[in-house]
């Protein structure tokens, strides 16, 4: 049997120093693949104003699954003010190369697990009834929808004439703003459409009866946001009755969702939300695992099995340039089972997880984060563990 290729994304900032740990821990852990690497990024954007070059989407279409480590994204002006003088003349606009994958390859699904690891002294505690200190065991699954939504890129500062228009065919628009002088309003849409949401829906409750979640919960803002969330909700409740009575629906505004899960975190299950508000709620649970350095995601379209699978923390920068890597890189990994998981590599992920949470458990190598440290490149010297100390740490329990 031949080896599996896996288009590698390092990207920016600490994206490449986490993606190479990840698969140092893939490889220890008897994983045969090749590894191509594609280009992605800032500094593809710089150098040719495009951070997601035709040659990475080639790479992707042919080889079907990839890790990605971090991009770094910035605000419109300054990311014209990066570019290469030659290219100022063209009217490129940034786009993030990220988000740009997603729509071309349609990679709706995105799934966001977050689950307690023994041990960890990041994990969410509480007061009990009688004062005693609580760590209730989180372990829920979110399902953003990913394509559309606030992320879906269509939006204006100082829209087209025809686009005003119609906006004022709208009496909320014209009361509000139909005095406001055009150049002076930016609009962006939050589209929902009926074939996506059931498809993210469907999605959620076949992993709740797969994994034996007792609960669906739909977190978005139907009392106010009544189209779009209204809709969202209300195909939820037509599917739940129609195909998974034996799976409890609830419903919660993403606002009360936010004071909700640090009360009861260990109730919910299954969590489903559209683009924006799913990467909140998503975020806010992975404070309660120990924060972004735990945060996995999937991101994949079931029907062309492609899929990419990257950790939510960002590129962080000012960390890439340390002498000695000091960023948490489970996140990363765990990301990488994701994508063992995806391709039905299941005992090897297995296996990869439980020498992560005997490593946690065991409380002898902690990043900066685990130990509660400030990231400065000294953190080494006061004890913390290195990214890879950690990774060597993983892989010896391998």
């Known amino acids: 049997m031949s080896k599996r290729t896996i288009v590698a994304l390092p990207g920016d900032g600490i994206g490449r120093?986490?993606?190479?740990?990840?698969?140092?821990?893939?490889?220890?852990?008897?994983?045969?693949?090749?590894?191509?690497?594609?280009?992605?990024?800032?500094?593809?954007?710089?150098?040719?104003?495009?951070?997601?070059?035709?040659?990475?989407?080639?790479l992707l279409e042919k080889h079907k699954i990839a890790l990605f480590g971090a991009i770094t994204s910035k605000p419109k002006d300054e990311a014209f003010e990066e570019l290469a003088p030659e290219l100022k003349e063209k009217g490129l606009v940034y786009s993030s190369p990220i988000v740009c994958l997603r729509q071309h390859?349609?990679?709706?699904?995105?799934?966001?697990?977050?689950?307690?690891?023994?041990g960890n002294p990041l994990n969410f505690i509480r007061r009990g009834p009688n004062g005693d200190v609580e760590e209730p065991q989180v372990d829920v699954a979110i399902f953003?929808?990913?394509?559309?939504?606030?992320?879906?890129?269509?939006?204006?500062?100082?829209?087209?004439?025809?686009?005003?228009?119609?906006?004022?065919?709208?009496?909320?628009?014209k009361k509000n703003f139909g005095s406001v002088p055009k150049e002076d309003i930016s609009i962006s849409t939050r589209i929902f459409t009926k074939r996506a949401t059931e498809?993210?829906?469907?999605?959620?409750?076949d992993h709740a009866r797969k994994y034996g979640y007792k609960s669906v919960t739909v977190c978005e803002k139907p009392n106010v946001i009544r189209e779009t969330s209204g809709m969202m909700y209300k195909m939820a409740r037509q599917i739940q009755q129609a195909?998974?009575?034996?799976?409890?629906?609830?419903?919660?505004?993403?606002?009360?969702q936010m004071m909700w899960l640090t009360k009861n975190p260990e109730d919910y299950g299954v969590i489903v939300a559209g683009n924006m508000f799913g990467d909140i709620v998503s975020d806010a649970f992975a404070g309660l695992i120990g924060g972004l350095g735990f945060a996995c995601s999937a991101q994949y379209n079931p029907d062309t099995g492609i899929g990419v699978f990257e950790p939510t923390h960002g590129s962080a920068p000012k960390y890439a340039d340390y002498k000695v890597s000091i960023v948490n890189p489970i996140?990363?990994?765990?990301?990488?089972?994701?994508?063992?998981?995806?391709?039905?590599?299941?005992?090897?992920a297995k296996r990869i997880r439980k020498a992560i949470a005997e490593v946690v458990a065991e409380g002898k190598v902690r990043t900066y984060d685990m130990a509660k440290m400030s990231g400065r490149p000294d953190v080494i010297e006061k004890g913390?563990?290195?990214?890879?100390?950690?990774?060597d740490a993983i892989i010896a329990k391998l």
Not at 147 to 157: A, M, N, R
Not at 243 to 256: H, Q, R
Not at 384 to 391: D, L
Request: aromatic share 12%; glycine share 6%; charged share 25%.
């Open 199 to 205: 498809r993210i829906l469907r999605a959620a409750f």
């Open 17 to 58: 120093t986490v993606l190479d740990e990840a698969i140092r821990v893939l490889d220890a852990a008897g994983f045969e693949a090749d590894y191509v690497e594609g280009d992605i990024g800032w500094e593809f954007w710089r150098r040719e104003g495009n951070p997601l070059p035709q040659r990475t989407i080639d």
């Open 331 to 348: 996140a990363m990994i765990e990301s990488a089972c994701m994508m063992l998981d995806f391709i039905e590599e299941h005992d090897t």
């Open 105 to 118: 390859f349609n990679l709706d699904i995105c799934l966001r697990p977050c689950r307690t690891y023994k």
């Open 243 to 256: 195909d998974y009575s034996d799976i409890e629906l609830w419903n919660t505004n993403i606002d009360a």
């Open 384 to 391: 913390a563990a290195s990214t890879q100390q950690m990774t």
């Open 144 to 173: 953003r929808q990913n394509t559309e939504g606030l992320y879906g890129g269509v939006e204006w500062s100082d829209p087209p004439q025809q686009v005003y228009d119609a906006f004022l065919t709208h009496p909320k628009f």
